[in-house]
């Protein structure tokens, strides 16, 4: 890949705006930008703009609120021909604002009206707009059962007639829902090779193969990733199916009755169950338990986005009663004190690949071998074996 950048002529000049709620993420990325560029020009010349070896990618930007709530987005720089990537986590409740002294949490509305307002201070100046949404706004509201909104479909194309280029997620729930911007870049990009790289570099005595372990879909909507994984690691794959009620609304959906189990002999193997999230938490609880009482070795849970909408009080206490093993997901959205501190918890750090994928981009490259890295994974794993086997 990195052939391909030398070889390749920048976009335009490169910028990243980190919004509110962000810039943690957004100060990590920038830092392997900046690192591979200075190394690149002193390692071998070739004809780049001025200005392709900064300090920083990172254009300072704003987001004041009147004491209303009502907000509006300020650049500090220049954007005029850029390539800019906007960053956003919808999902950081720990940002937040004031209105009329009292402070009050960010919703995924307040990020995404943000980042519209980031948009609209581009003004059209940038040469192309790439946003970079690893939670997709609305992702979970993407098809209509009965007098609904379609949300996502709606913001994807606000963002569209804005004059945003490309549109970067991670995991998207429904990656159909792209069919609402059809003459827009959309990619879903999964996390793959760093949920591999995160669990075998904390669990250093696991046997991949299909005598030994297997990947396990908590429900329908999930077999496609775990498909993937398994395919990619050798390992046979078996699913959950949600059997619910539909004689009766709770909270607004039919209530779930059991997990039943479509799959083959699980007992004494060691067991990953892969999804896109992990939001109240009950649902995979409820899968680990199921698969506890088939007799399964040790879990694994990987979910891209940990939300932990119900707290880690569940989580604590399955734990200790020896439900899962390891829990590990992404940092793409914002992660509590409380979280990092859990023995059972480890972090899938993504930094690194969003720099990956900024820096690809920015040299008009494809980002194949990133969306699917098949070779990458395979070859962590042989190191893997070879270390400890």
């Known amino acids: 890949m990195e052939n391909k950048i030398r070889s390749t002529t920048p976009y335009g000049p490169l910028g990243v705006i980190a919004l509110h709620g962000c810039s943690a993420m957004g100060e990590r990325v920038d830092q392997f930008l900046v690192k591979w560029r200075h190394e690149r020009l002193e390692t071998e010349v070739f004809e780049v703009y001025e200005g392709y070896e900064k300090d920083s990618y990172l254009i300072e930007n704003e987001l004041p609120r009147f004491g209303s709530g009502e907000g509006k987005g300020v650049i500090r720089e220049s954007v005029r021909g850029m390539d800019l990537y906007l960053m956003v986590d919808v999902c950081n409740f720990s940002a937040t604002y004031t ?13 995404f009206q943000n980042l519209k307002r980031i948009i609209a201070a581009v003004a059209g100046k940038a040469r192309r707009i790439t946003v970079i ?26 963002l569209e007639k804005m004059g945003v280029d490309q549109i970067l997620t991670f995991d998207a729930h429904d990656e159909r829902v ?25 669990e250093p005595d696991l046997m991949i193969d299909s005598d030994h372990m297997m990947v396990i879909s908590p429900d329908e909507g999930g077999m496609r990733r775990a498909v993937f994984l398994a395919n990619v690691l050798g390992l046979d794959v078996g699913m959950f199916y949600k059997r619910r009620d539909y004689t009766r609304v709770v909270d607004g959906h039919n209530p779930i009755v059991a997990h039943e189990f479509l799959g083959g002999d699980i007992e ?44 880690l009080e569940a989580f604590d206490r399955a734990y200790e009663e020896g439900i899962f093993d390891r829990i590990v997901t992404t940092d793409l959205i914002y992660q509590t004190p409380e979280l990092l ?3 059972y918890y480890t972090t899938a750090s993504m930094s690194k690949y969003i720099a990956l994928l900024i820096d690809t981009l920015n040299h008009d490259s494809s980002i ?11 070859g962590f794993v042989n190191r893997y074996n070879a270390k400890n086997n």
Do not use: W
């Open 99 to 111: 209105i009329s002294g009292k402070l009050n949490p960010m919703s995924p509305d307040d990020h």
């Open 133 to 158: 949404m690893p939670f997709l706004y609305e992702s979970r509201q993407h098809n209509r059962s009965g007098r609904e909104s379609l949300d996502c479909a709606l913001a994807l194309q606000e």
């Open 178 to 202: 792209q069919n609402a911007i059809p003459l827009t870049t959309f990619e879903s990009v999964p996390p793959a090779y760093q949920f591999v790289k995160g669990l075998l570099n904390v």
């Open 268 to 311: 004494g193997k060691d067991l990953i169950i892969r999804d896109d999230m992990i939001s109240s938490g009950e649902s995979v609880l409820d899968v680990a338990r199921e698969l506890k009482r088939r007799k399964a070795a040790r879990i694994f849970i990987l979910a891209t986005f940990g939300l932990f909408t119900g707290g």
């Open 341 to 343: 501190s859990r023995p």
């Open 368 to 378: 194949e071998d990133y969306i699917e890295p098949v070779g990458r994974i395979h």
